[in-house]
């Protein structure tokens, strides 16, 4: 069954750190596309960061230089290490499958996690 379970999410101040963590069942990452996205509330769904399976990476202007995108083949996993938050940051953090996932168009991408909350206040 096709599975991503976000975590690492939570409160910050301002220029602090947080990393993401997606798990993924093997057929969820596997030969895919994988991205994070992220949705505030009252806003649309935007693409933040996506990697695809030779590592080629993509990012938001609004992320560039701040936020990375990684993956552990050995270990199905996923990550968004992302450094000098900024309350604008603060959304539900999503991980994103596709077997394509060439841009951050939502509808390229199939499978989703339940998200995890990343909150940066003073």
């Known amino acids: 069954q096709a599975q991503l379970m976000e975590s690492g999410g939570g409160s910050v101040q301002p220029g602090g750190s947080l990393r993401l963590s997606c798990a993924a069942s093997?057929?969820?990452?596997?030969?895919?596309?994988m991205a994070w996205f992220r949705q505030a509330p009252g806003k649309e769904r935007e693409g933040v960061a996506r990697?695809?399976?030779?590592?080629?990476?993509t990012y938001a202007d609004s992320v560039k230089g701040r936020f990375t995108i990684s993956r552990d083949r050995a270990k199905n996993t996923l990550y968004l290490q992302m450094r000098n938050l900024k309350p604008e940051d603060s959304a539900v953090y999503y991980c994103?499958?596709?077997?394509?996932?060439?841009?951050?168009?939502?509808?390229?991408?199939?499978?989703w996690g339940q998200g995890t909350q990343v909150t940066v206040s003073s």
């Open positions: 093997p057929d969820t990452i596997r030969g895919r596309s």
């Open positions: 990697i695809d399976v030779d590592g080629y990476t």
């Open positions: 994103a499958s596709s077997p394509s996932g060439y841009t951050f168009t939502l509808i390229e991408w199939n499978t």
